[in-house]
């Protein structure tokens, strides 16, 4: 006789008055509380299901299988029966954001391989800007006088009066050190070792035969990624590297997800803080088991990130950021006790945080234009740091100006049909033959085909505009002979790739709706820059250099970014892709403290340009959703590659 396991342990479970939810194919297991939903469930067991809105039930993204219980689920809401097909709802899918449980029983929960966040591609590299080895910690070994009963001085001034000899400068001890220093200086007899910062503090006494190792980490807190570099501060080398998804991302994909997360509740900002630092954490401990060093070896930390993930790192309100007129609780750098903020180092160490510049634009952006060098620039030049938020500075040596715009997530993958992160299996290339109208795409890694990421999305626009299977207006041509355009409903869609080419078992689709939410994307970018353009009086023949950061950056194909006009018109060969700046300006303001000053420096300096208080931009954003642009003249070089005039 064959015996039903599951139905055995839903008995035993109803009799232990609990529920459970049991996730598939991982068979992970939790005990629940009830009215929880099955998205606050993955969330707390650290399961990876997309959450592009942060759980409001607008992007579709968290669809799970129920496979056992759904007679103690919540009925299925007006959200879910938008967002699924009929086939959907009958084969049980629902929204794990939108289905609490109800009564005891257990619950069988399948997530399939489209809904996960996966492993994904994770930009570390950036410029590598040479600075002076100048860090903020230093080593030395101190020799000091015995006591005699005619010297009778304290430990403590008695190392402090060696150093000031040694130095010329006065110092002070912290209450971590001053525990320390009995036990130091005696197994060293009178010659000890110390950790020294460079505004005077003693962060680490040991005896002199151990000499410590001098380690810092810089940390790029992003929205989507978080990359943390170890490097040595003796060499200024780079010893390790670790990337990460950002953890936050199950609680909102977007920043001002995130922040009505945070409204929502008292300690859901406690909770994203906790989740940001000990993710931060985690690549500190594999940075240290690559370099085979120990976390007590770090007695220094610098962090980037944009005023939101600024603010939520150190546990400061960001709700007023998401308000008019979107002011930053702090702009100017800072130093904290990593100890205070949970930070896994040595119990002396500090944590500094770079400028922010404005609500919107944060220390990523002030690292943008340390790693760039257009502080110090003879020529005009233009930072464009993509993402969900983009950053745009421009400016040379004289003068800079920032401005920030809300170019979506579309870009990485979300609120697209089939859009997806950059991981395994993502189309992450298109092309068009321009006579057959074949297509043909490239996924990373060469998995079979899952969905697309951003630079996938782009090249697809880009090939279907060149190609004519789009209009300039971005409405799809119904009189494209290619058996890839149908009509959905009431919506037209190219298929990239047919069902039996892929993992998930069906088309995977570029929609109408989706070629929408490229042009809203890609005319918010470049209606900043005219903006910005317009308000310093320079056109774009007048921009030497255009660098794109950030890791959209980095993998789009350029030429497919300037056809569809997210760039000013220039010419390919003054666009340069630089990937992660904010990383490498954080490394580099951990190697100098004289970049720390200059980084202050340059936040004070950089004018902001809020785009929502100018009267002009919305019509430049209307005219910028046209492929190039509604006036055709501002971008010759595109209009004889669609033309071929």
Known sequence: M????????????????????IFQPEGRRHEIEESETLLEVAREIGLDIQSVCGGKGTCGKCRVIVRAGIDRLSLISKLEKRLLTESEIANAFRLACQTTIHGQSTIVVEVPHQSRVGKQRLLLKGLDTPVALRPSVTRLVIHLRKPSLTDVKADVERLLEAIRDQTGGESKVSYETLRQIPNAIREGNWTVSVVLRADGELISVRPADQLPDLYGVAVDIGSTK???????????????????????????????????????????LGELQRVIVSGINQLIEECCEKARIQADDIYDMTAVGNTAMHHIFLGVNPTYLSLSPYPAVLQSSMNLKARELGIRANPGAYVHTLPNIAGFVGADAVADVLATGIYKSESTKMVIDIGTNTEIIVGKKDWLMACSCASGPALEGAQIKHGMRAGTGAIEHVWVDPETLELGYQTIDNGKPIGLCGSGIVDAVAQMLSTHLIMLDGRFNPNAKTERIRRNGNIFELVIAWRDETSTENDIVITQNDVREVQKAKAAIYAGTSILMKHINIKPQDIQKIFVAGAFGNYVDPQSGKIIGMFPDVSLQNIE??????????????????????ADRIARQIEYLELGADPEFMKEFLNATYFPHREAERFPHVMKILTGK
């Not at 064959?2 to 939810?21: R, T």
């Not at 943390?228 to 199950?250: R, V, W």
């Not at 580099?588 to 000053?597: D, P, V, Y």
């Open 226 to 268: 978080v990359a943390a570099y170890l490097l040595d501060l003796i060499t200024g080398e780079i010893a390790a590297t670790a990337p990460m998804t950002n953890p936050q991302i199950p609680y909102g994909e977007d920043i001002i997800s995130r922040i009505l997360y945070i409204m929502r509740g008292e300690k859901n």
């Open 577 to 598: 892709f630089v990937g992660n700046t904010a990383g490498s300006g954080a490394r580099m303001a951990l190697l100098s403290t004289e970049i720390r000053m200059l």
């Open 2 to 21: 064959k015996v039903d396991h599951l139905k055995i342990q839903q008995k035993a479970d109803i009799l232990m008055d609990k529920s459970v939810v």
